[in-house]
């Protein structure tokens, strides 16, 4: 499958909602979706598939003063461990590159070896824990962080 990243804007909110609703137990409303990709603040990005033209999946983050923080990322289950979610933060390490004020941070929970095992891959480390973070189970989330990226120096 050929993936297309783009921004997300308010008429991507129907495909947001249906992968959200299956992906998480406890999902966002569309009204929180709606209200991030208002914010000037974030970024918002969708992965499509470019021959089929439906969207696959997609990353919410915002600004703050010290962080990018990763707000919500999420893969249609079936297409999951498919590199889409590596795609999304990749790109998201590109459009934010050379800003040195910002690292990146986010929280996952703690039983998702699997996502854990991906932002490792891409340089987050474990800080931190918040308890009973997540309100369906009161599941602890790991708080992980990544240095800001560096502008690559060419010659």
Do not use: C
Request: aromatic residues 10%.
């Amino acid at each position: 499958m050929r993936i297309e990243l783009r921004r997300l804007t308010l008429s991507d909110l129907g495909e947001i909602d249906r992968i959200e609703r299956q992906a998480y137990p406890t999902p966002w409303s569309r009204s929180m979706f709606a209200g991030e990709l208002a914010k000037p603040s974030s970024i918002s990005l969708g992965a499509f598939d470019a021959d089929e033209q439906h969207m696959v999946g997609y990353l919410i983050i915002s600004r703050y003063v010290d962080a990018w923080h990763i707000m919500n990322v999420a893969v249609d289950p079936p297409l999951r461990r498919h590199g889409i979610a590596t795609q999304l933060l990749e790109e998201l390490f590109n459009l934010t590159e050379g800003d040195p004020r910002r690292g990146y941070t986010l929280e996952v929970r703690v039983s998702n070896a699997h996502a854990i095992a991906l932002y490792e891959r891409l340089g987050f480390q474990a800080t931190g824990v918040r308890r009973g973070y997540y309100t369906d189970n009161r599941e602890d989330a790991l708080i992980m962080w990544k240095d800001p990226v560096r502008v690559r120096q060419v010659g």
